[in-house]
């Protein structure tokens, strides 16, 4: 059974940086796409970024040039550089992978607070 961990969640202050890591246990095959979702109270889940098996990334315009998203397809793992922290930033980091043939998995996700 694939699983997604995540972990690097917790509390930061405005302007710092934490580091999100998620890595896929009991996978024998390469999520096409791995990447981050967020979800505020009271919002939906929403895109922060994905990278392809190619290199390709999207972002969300909320966090473009601050969040950088990294993967390594031999590991299956993905990870979320996050600098220049907000109080907006608040919400549960969500790990996510897709194949096309297996569909979707998620993270149990991790939370991150920035406050001060």
């Known amino acids: 059974q694939v699983q997604l961990v995540e972990s690097g969640g917790g509390l930061v202050q405005p302007g710092g940086s934490l580091r999100l890591s998620c890595a896929a246990s009991?996978?024998?095959?390469?999520?096409?796409?791995m990447g981050w979702y967020r979800q505020a109270p009271g919002k939906q889940r929403e895109l922060v970024a994905r990278v392809t098996t190619d290199g390709s990334t999207n972002y969300a315009d909320s966090v473009k040039g601050r969040f950088t998203a990294f993967r390594d397809n031999g590991k299956n793992t993905v990870a979320l550089q996050m600098n220049s922290l907000k109080p907006e930033d608040t919400a549960v980091y969500y790990c996510?992978?897709?194949?096309?043939?297996?569909?979707?998995?998620w993270g149990q996700g991790t939370q991150v607070t920035v406050s001060s």
């Open positions: 009991g996978s024998i095959f390469t999520f096409n796409v």
């Open positions: 996510h992978g897709y194949h096309l043939s297996y569909g979707n998995y």
